[in-house]
């Protein structure tokens, strides 16, 4: 038996089907990566479904990126090693960097370009390389109680996208406060930033909800920057659009929140009435690049079978070849209509203990394809 670390659908010409911390487009193919007898294996299943040894590394591969770079699939390796780029065969790496990375203390991108962008998030250090490894820039993150979350690379305007939350006490009142904030490829210059307002602004407009920016992907396809975030009620700073509120001195005073179709309810699972005691709900949002601006966002919730809503949160999140938006969740108890559900004709049966859920929507304010 292997212990699988990761796992990743991949299609050809860099579109992501379905991926889970990170994707890996090369042929039409799924990589995984394992960890057996003291070292990292890179696995590609083949047509029949039978695994094989593509790759093998000293230390632990824990997270796959890829994507096509003039002409080539590049693939992007996170573990216990650092990060290590390879051509689509995967051998012999391009350029690699030594990082503590081990387990969940990095996440990492890679653009069209090649530029990648690593978040050591136990280290608090944003790091930037061009396409022939050279550190392009580096920062220190995670300061005054900010929490490090996850880092995209935009290769069309050149920006490293960090997102992060930060605990405050506005009139010793906790909350959280969700900030995305977009770098020049250097980090040296503060390109946009979206949701960082003072913990105040949320007090003084009574949206003291806790909000969390947490997952990033860039769809090269569309050019569009996706977030997936958590808030734990409606009265979230997630209302707002993030550029009205940078036109408006990033004070939330005296603003609406977005109007249809930026922020549209098209079903009970986009309306946030009905959860009871504490409860989690996903955030997702479609963002210009360009300027942080929100084209569209919107709240996600699960329903029980009584109809009452159901926590829910944002594990991933990844964009199809169609503009399909694929995130992976985790709710409390069980989805509605559980008992009813089958696979291979089997009845999946009651359980209470929580469900793994994927959400398929066209994110374009009017459909959800499944749930």
Request: aromatic share 8%; charged share 15%; glycine share 10%.
């Amino acid at each position: 038996m292997l212990y699988l670390q990761a796992c990743y659908y991949v299609v050809l010409m860099g579109v992501v089907v379905f991926g889970g911390p990170g994707s890996a487009p090369l042929n039409l193919q799924v990589l995984m990566s394992t960890y057996l007898g003291g070292a990292g294996f890179v696995l590609m299943l083949d047509s029949d479904r039978k695994p094989r040894i593509i790759y093998r590394h000293g230390d632990s591969i824990t997270a796959i990126q890829a994507r096509t770079v003039s002409d080539q699939t590049v693939v992007l390796l996170q573990g216990d090693f650092g990060v290590s780029v390879h051509k689509g065969s995967i051998g012999t790496p391009i350029w690699e960097h030594a990082l503590k990375c081990g387990g969940q203390n990095c996440t990492s991108d890679i653009g069209s370009d090649g530029q990648v962008a690593v978040l050591d998030i136990n280290g608090k250090m944003l790091h930037s390389y061009d396409s022939t490894g050279r550190e392009t820039g580096h920062i220190a993150v995670g300061v005054s109680g900010h929490n490090p979350q996850d880092v995209a690379v935009d290769p069309v305007n050149k920006h490293i996208v960090y997102a992060m939350f930060f605990q405050s006490r506005p009139h010793h009142i906790p909350v959280q406060v969700p900030c995305i904030i977009a770098y020049s490829y250097d980090l040296q210059t503060n390109i946009w930033t979206d949701y960082c307002v003072s913990a105040n602004e949320d007090f003084v407009t009574d949206n003291m909800a806790d909000s969390r920016a947490q997952h990033l992907y860039y769809d090269d396809v569309e050019n569009k920057l996706y977030m997936s975030g958590y808030t734990d009620g409606g009265n979230s700073i997630f209302r707002y659009d993030p550029l009205v509120i940078r036109n408006n001195n990033n004070s939330l005073q005296g603003l609406s929140i977005m109007p249809d179709p930026q922020k549209p309810h098209y079903d009970k699972y986009t309306d946030t009435w009905g959860i009871h005691g504490a409860h989690s709900i996903n955030f997702l949002a479609r963002i210009n690049p360009k300027d942080g601006a929100v084209e569209e966002g919107e709240f996600f919730i699960t329903r029980l079978g009584n109809n009452n809503g159901n926590s829910i949160s944002g594990i991933d999140i990844t964009v199809g070849a169609n503009g399909q938006v694929f995130v992976a969740q985790s709710c409390t108890s069980s989805i509605e209509n559980r008992d009813n559900i089958t696979i291979n004709g089997q009845h999946v049966g009651a359980y209470g203990g929580g469900d793994a859920v994927l959400l398929e929507t066209t994110f374009r304010g009017n459909s959800r394809i499944i749930n």
